[in-house]
């Protein structure tokens, strides 16, 4: 551990550096300016009106387009499909369970294994789908996510599944008593879960290698990782499974797997939606976000997941949240406007060029189509910044961990956990204070950029998706190289809580996809989506389907 400090200059930083800024212990956000053409959705709302505002906010839908008998390419379902398909009698919610249920089926058995679930009853699928058909056949749909199926993430707790965090015991020592708020909240619009979705070990760590159930495999290459934590959500959006997730993101959770498997996730602003019942609820830096097919599914699944706590609408004063207005030609307006901010250093300081290449013809392409400025940037101290989040999170994770630790845990942890633990318990409360006073300057630092531009463009992560060694899937592995290329570009979003979302943009020569990052200003989530919107439609000819896929909905 003193060697991996004094090699990371996590020492010289943190106490060989004069920081004169007060320490800021979470997130703070000046005032920020409206954002243009947007629909503000009332946090007071219940669930299902904010989906039904969301739904305005989307262009004209046209079920011709691959539905419908039509043979017109397609990559994905969209929640809008799933919605008419119930509507129009092509299918309902309980025969398009039968299909889920037949891949996850499938998926178990498979060799090598693909634990994309940890916890799956089939019997519980089949009782909420037969409910939501029997809405459908008495017409009355709770929203436009009734029938859609979403799987959540191990350490978010959905009744009546335990939440062991991707772990074997955690679920021994607290109890699962019922949903969290983001669950309460899809529950209350019809969604179907369809159980709880593998995940890197009490997410500490960045590629989802979990020998407690099986690692999770990358649908577009088996032998490669998804990325984490948030790894089997990735997945099973990715293979088809089911329309969207939720994911947990602390250090790149959502985005990082997202990227890795050629999907759409979004990190909202720290503090714009409910964490509490997420294992990760007392920390500052993570948040629950949507992980989707596609952006304007993200932007559904958002409007019924949004909300703050009592608390942070006390403490943080958000803004209403809001979403882009994409069903109007002033859209395009819009993005004419906007500045796009691009270190290029950072940005080309990739694995491969594969990365920079595809991310600059994104921009590119946005450049050509609509007018948006990319404007040189420079983000000063970013290896000031990735400490301050290594300690910060590494000191909140051994926190919340330690007492059960204290009772002789530890040692049913796996041994990349136990690592990282290990690094975790050298940080001195010295160490801590100073990390949030270098979260304070690197907070200035941003604002002051976001004064020139409107958004920072990055690439989601410096590589595409590694190959699992072999010798990693009965112990598990630490490598902190992949884990430094993998979490290169996400660090902002944590540290300073800024939404950022990832978006695909093409594939490597390998056939592995690649992401872009669009980070915003707080409370800035109805700008990046609709520049995602944006990029989703320029690159869509070059997104490619994975080779494991699942058509759950079969309406052809």
Same mark, same amino acid.
């Not at 299902?48 to 379902?77: I, K, M």
């Not at 979003?493 to 943009?505: R, T």
């Not at 409370?523 to 490619?544: D, F, P, V």
């Given at each position: 551990?003193?060697?991996? *400090? ?22 703070? @956000? =000046? ?28 262009? !004209? ?12 390419? !397609? ?6 499909? @799933? ?80 939440? *062991?965090?991707?772990?074997?015991? !955690? ?31 009490? +997410? ?9 159930? &099986? ?36 250090? &790149?959770?959502?985005?990082? =797997? ?30 629950? &976000? ?64 594969? #990365?920079?290449? *595809? ?11 609509? &007018? ?32 059960? @630790? ?83 570009? #996400?660090?902002? +979003? ?24 669009? #980070?915003?200003?707080?409370? +800035?989530?109805?700008? #990046? ?19 494991? @896929? ?7």
């Amino acid at each position: 551990m003193s060697f991996l *400090k004094k090699q990371n200059k996590i020492n010289e930083l943190l106490r060989g550096t004069r920081i004169p800024e007060h320490p800021m212990f979470r997130p703070e @956000f =000046p005032p920020q300016e409206a954002e243009p053409r947007v629909l503000v959705m009332e946090e007071e709302n219940i669930p299902t009106e904010r989906v039904e505002s969301a739904l305005r906010c989307l262009p !004209f839908y046209d079920p011709s387009s691959h539905l419908s008998g039509s043979s017109s390419p !397609f990559l994905y379902w969209k929640i809008r499909d @799933f919605a008419y398909a119930y509507r129009s009698g092509l299918v309902t919610p309980l025969m398009v369970a039968e299909h889920v249920i037949l891949g996850v089926e499938e998926f178990n058995n498979k060799n090598p294994s693909m634990p994309w679930l940890v916890s799956f009853s089939a019997e519980e699928v089949r009782k909420q789908a037969a409910a939501s058909t029997k809405r459908f056949e008495e017409g009355n749909p709770l929203s436009i996510l009734d029938g859609v199926f979403v799987a959540i993430k191990d350490d978010i707790d959905c009744h009546p599944y335990p939440t *062991k965090g991707g772990s074997k015991w !955690f679920h021994e020592v607290r109890q699962c008593k019922g949903d969290s708020v983001s669950v309460s909240r899809l529950r209350r619009c019809g969604v179907i879960f369809i159980g709880k979705a593998n995940m890197h070990e009490f +997410g500490l760590g960045v590629t989802g290698n979990n020998p407690n159930y &099986g690692t999770t495999r990358n649908p577009h290459a088996l032998e490669r990782y998804t990325g984490g934590s948030s790894s089997g959500p990735a997945a099973l959006v990715a293979a088809g499974l089911c329309s969207a997730a939720l994911g947990t993101d602390g250090g &790149g959770s959502v985005r990082i =797997p997202s990227s890795l498997c050629g999907v759409v996730g979004l990190k909202t602003t720290y503090g714009r939606t409910d964490i509490r019942g997420a294992l990760c609820d007392g920390g500052t830096v993570e948040i629950i &976000g949507p992980i989707t097919a596609t952006v304007e599914d993200a932007m559904l699944v958002y409007a019924a997941v949004s909300g703050s706590t009592p608390s942070d609408r006390f403490i943080l004063k958000p803004s209403p949240p809001c979403l882009p207005i994409l069903s109007s030609d002033d859209s395009s307006d819009v993005l004419r406007t906007l500045r796009l901010g691009k270190y290029t250093e950072w940005f080309d300081d990739v694995f491969s060029t594969d #990365i920079s290449d *595809k991310c600059n013809d994104a921009l590119n392409m946005l450049s050509k189509a609509h &007018g948006c400025e990319t404007v040189e940037i420079t983000i000063p101290e970013l290896l000031h910044m990735r400490t301050a989040h290594v300690v910060s999170i590494g000191s909140e994770s051994f926190c919340s961990l330690n007492q059960f @630790f204290l009772e002789g845990r530890r040692a049913q942890c796996t041994f990349d956990t136990r690592t990282n633990l290990t690094l975790f318990e050298t940080f001195s409360a010295s160490d801590y204070v100073a990390a949030q006073r270098m979260r304070r300057r690197m907070m200035n630092y941003h604002m002051e950029i976001f004064k020139k531009v409107d958004v920072i463009v990055t690439p989601t992560t410096g590589m595409t998706a590694p190959i699992i060694p072999s010798s990693a899937l009965k112990y598990g592995e630490t490598n902190l190289q992949v884990s430094g290329y993998l979490m290169q570009f #996400i660090v902002a +979003g944590n540290l300073l809580g800024l939404p950022a979302i990832s978006v695909p943009v093409g594939h490597d020569k390998q056939g592995l996809p690649i992401g872009i990052q669009l #980070i915003g200003r707080p409370w +800035g989530e109805a700008t #990046i989506l609709r520049l995602a919107a944006a990029i989703e439609e320029l690159c869509a000819e070059s997104r490619k389907r994975p080779a494991t @896929f699942y058509d759950i909905l079969k309406v052809k």
